[in-house]
């Protein structure tokens, strides 16, 4: 594609808008470490020195990535959750296929804390840290749709526990073959889905806010 000099706030922010569909398919095909800002402009076929009018780093560009993940991923929860739960068994299998929706989220969110902040610019940060509790904890919306009883105190609770979702997902199949990592089955610490680790853990913490 012949990546011209946008005109206009709607084309600067198609442009944008390209950079970071260019770097999920990347870190889609090539895993995270490998991504680099010249990959993504060679993807592009864009001169290097104009892509810092709309990014300074990699970092900044998955940054922005990862915000629209978490939207798609409120927004699915939204779509799909339009009544209250009537069977625990049943929500908790249909939220972990949510989360199974979106591997990329997870797999970026990953590593957010540990990799790319590290070296992401300041106003990226600031503005991913102040955008990602605006959208993230719209899903309280849902959760109350879903559990009419629960006090606003449970409703946050149950969405503190969430980052449980985040910190196993790692261990998962998923996540090995979203980032290319060879899987070796193994009788006693064999792989597992996401699912697998995730399902009973969410029971335990519905549990545990059902009995307060």
Not at 59 to 67: G, Q
Not at 93 to 122: C, P, Y
Not at 133 to 152: E, N
Request: with cysteine; net charge negative.
């Amino acid at each position: 594609m012949e990546f011209r000099r946008a005109r206009g706030s709607e084309q600067k922010q198609m442009r944008v808008q390209q950079i970071i569909n260019a770097a999920a398919e990347l870190y889609l095909d090539i895993g995270y470490d490998k991504v680099t800002f010249t990959g993504i402009v060679k993807k592009l076929n864009f001169a290097r020195n104009s892509i810092y009018n709309y990014f300074s780093c990699k970092e900044d560009i998955f940054l922005a990535l990862l915000l629209q993940e978490i939207e798609k991923f409120v927004e699915d929860a939204k779509g799909i959750f339009t009544t209250e739960a009537k069977d625990v068994d049943t929500f908790c299998e249909e939220w972990a296929q949510l989360w199974s929706r979106h591997a990329l989220m997870m797999g970026i969110f990953s590593i957010v804390n540990t990799v790319i902040l590290k070296d992401a610019t300041e106003t990226a940060h600031k503005e991913y840290r102040a955008n990602l509790h605006k959208i993230f904890w719209r899903l309280g919306d849902t959760v109350k749709t879903i559990f009419p009883s629960f006090t606003t105190e449970e409703i946050n609770l149950f969405l503190e526990y969430q980052t449980f979702a985040l910190a196993i997902f790692p261990t998962s199949i998923e996540f090995k073959k979203l980032n290319k990592i060879p899987i070796y089955e193994d009788p006693s610490f064999g792989p597992h889905t996401f699912a697998d680790e995730y399902v009973p853990y969410l029971k335990m913490i519905l549990g545990h806010l059902q009995r307060q």
